[in-house]
């Protein structure tokens, strides 16, 4: 990966952090980076919710034509944070049980209504709510190396459910019920993304496949991926998407998914550990990695 990218709308300390940083590597494309490497890009409430922002206010200026989601630091995102501070909560107040799906859904299919392809580069790890987020951009590029996942299934049930509609019924019932990790190459003969670079080479292959599309009249751009989506809603993703969101609601009630939170509320990462290290993977790797 390149160097850090430069925020220069970073907040003073007498505001809040900002979680992403955003710039322009070519006058047409605008770059959106997820800025909490510290925590290997953890999503909690505010870091989801100014991407969402940025990715809008992207779209929405009249000089941008493509926007590329990327991660600082070792990874793309590791997931959700399993225990925010309770200022930096996931969900709004309110809405009853099942809100933070709800919330979560409806950021991630926005994307697909922005007038501009939005583009995912992923690197290192991309697991749980990292690969919802990847999931919902209009194209994925992944480092070879890369590990796309869901290993949250091992005690829960996905917010966005993807899988079927990505990857088929076969290989997405083998990633919901395993929790097991894709390499690069294997999320693209899965169909979770569009091409495998090196990680060295993603920054510029990106940005290469970016300025292709940005080449092309706005206005037609925006029909074409309109297109493709529309065909996804007759087909029935949205609404099989959101049905998944009341099931994944309702995980949350169960045992299993009580007692892993519970343990994650006390240590995080004992948690993490006992979920995944007899699989060899999760944030067992992940540590193994830095």
Known sequence: MGGP??????????????????????????????????KRNAMHGPLRRQLLNAIRAAA???????????GAGKDFCAGYDLAP???????????????FQREVVDGWLSLSTLAVPVIAQVHGNCLAGGSELAASCDLVYVAEDARIGYP??????????????????????????????????????????????????LDDEVLRVAL???????????????????????MGMHAAVRAGTETSALA??????TAFMD????????????????????????????
């Open 60 to 70: 929405a200026d009249p000089a941008v034509r493509v926007v590329i989601v990327r």
């Open 5 to 38: 990218p430069v925020d220069a709308g970073r907040m003073s300390d007498a505001v809040p952090r900002s979680f992403v940083a955003v710039d322009d590597p070519a006058p047409t494309v605008r770059r959106v980076t997820l800025d909490r490497p510290e």
């Open 212 to 234: 292709r599309i940005a080449d092309l009249p706005p206005e037609i751009v925006e029909l074409n991926k309109r297109t493709v989506h529309r065909a996804l809603e007759a």
């Open 263 to 290: 343990a994650a509320g006390e240590k995080v990462t004992a948690a993490l550990d006992a979920r995944d290290t007899r699989f060899g993977d999760g944030r067992t790797a992940a540590a193994s990695r830095a």
């Open 152 to 201: 949250a299934v091992r005690f829960g049930v996905p917010d966005l459910q993807f899988h079927t509609w990505l990857m088929g019924a076969r290989r997405a019932m083998e990633a919901v019920l395993t929790g097991d990790a894709m390499s690069g190459p294997e999320a693209v003969a899965a169909g979770y993304a569009n091409r495998a670079f090196p990680a060295a080479a």
């Open 252 to 257: 949350a009630t169960t045992g299993a998914f």
């Open 85 to 99: 501070s309770p200022e930096e909560k996931y969900a709004d107040p309110g809405g009853g049980p099942g809100r």
